[in-house]
């Protein structure tokens, strides 16, 4: 059972009111009171609501943050855009994960009820969209960031990924390949469905394997087609993690790589760089993502009015060893 200040009040012998003054460092409670209280609150495990806090100070200062896991490959990028952007507002940030699936969305909700935060920044954990959606139209400041082409009716930050698809065709034809392979993320995505559309708009004459963004969903797409005889002369994957699943199963079939085939990633995540050999990919600006999300979410905290649009910034192809 959840320890209320009501509790606190009744073990320390003071009022409610008492409580909240030493809680909210009001100055105004004598010295041995205030360290009864205090001793009370650690005895009991009182966590003071933040959103009660907020209210005794005009505001929490704190903005919070959903994402799915703190694994996918870009969410660092994201997030330190975000930390560095909110810090500097002299505001904290409270993260949530989805890792436990229902039970963390309960949690997440129930700090949303304590009013925790002031805003709320989004990179969507699955199904969680209409969710959020209700709590942006319940009076929640959200932002959401790589809306994945949903296009909710709140502020986004979103990239250009039929644009990065189209790039990386065009890069790929201008050198020469004609058989791609596009080993796609899954296909429920809307940004899934625009980088395969955008591919396709210059590179009709591909093959798809439907992936999962991981490496391994690139390695059997490529070991697959490999054992059925297949020919193909790149390989344009819809993430960098499996673009590298790509290369290592090239690899392991004595295939040279730009020679025989090429390989063109998604995203430019750190790792791009030092696969073998260095990916060509599709530069998401994932920390500019995360820095101007925060920046719009803080913009509309402080009065300013939210952007009708999502906010789109642009995907750039960058050139590496793997399709030169």
Request: aromatic share 4%; charged share 20%; net charge neutral.
């Amino acid at each position: 059972m959840r320890v209320t200040i009501a509790d606190v009040a009744r073990e320390a012998g003071v009022s409610k009111t008492t409580v909240s003054r030493v809680v909210n460092t009001k100055g105004e409670v004598g010295g041995p009171t205030a360290a009864r209280v205090r001793a009370v609150i650690a005895q009991l495990g009182y966590v003071p609501s933040s959103g009660a806090v907020g209210l005794a100070r005009g505001s929490s200062r704190t903005i919070g943050m959903l994402v799915p896991s703190l694994t996918w490959p870009w969410i660092g990028e994201v997030l330190q855009g975000v930390v560095d952007t909110v810090e500097a507002a002299g505001y904290g940030l409270l993260l949530f994960t989805c890792n436990r699936g229902a039970e963390s969305v309960d949690r997440f909700t129930s700090q949303v009820s304590a009013r925790a935060f002031d805003g709320l920044l989004v990179v969507e954990p699955d199904n969680t969209l209409d969710t959020i959606a209700a709590m942006h139209r319940k009076g929640l400041p959200v932002v959401l960031i790589d809306d994945r082409g949903q296009h909710p009716d709140f502020p986004s930050v979103v990239t250009t990924n039929y644009e990065g698809g189209a790039s990386a065709a065009r890069h790929l034809r201008a050198t020469g390949r004609t058989r791609p392979l596009v080993v796609t993320g899954p296909t429920h995505f809307p940004c899934v469905r625009d980088r395969l559309r955008g591919f396709h708009e210059i590179l009709p004459g591909h093959q798809v394997a439907v992936g999962d963004f991981t490496e391994l969903s690139g390695r059997l797409a490529v070991e697959k087609l490999l054992a059925e005889g297949a020919e193909f002369d790149s390989v344009f994957a819809h993430n960098d993690v499996s673009a590298s699943g790509a290369l290592r199963a090239l690899r392991a079939a004595g295939r040279t790589v730009p020679g025989d085939i090429a390989v063109v990633g998604f995203d430019d995540i750190a790792m791009a760089q030092h696969t073998d050999p260095p990916l060509t990919t599709v530069r998401q600006p994932v920390h500019r993502m995360g820095e101007t999300a925060a920046r719009m979410l803080l913009a509309h905290l402080g009065g300013a009015r939210a952007p009708e649009e999502p906010v789109v910034l642009a995907t750039e192809l960058v050139v590496r060893q793997s399709a030169p």
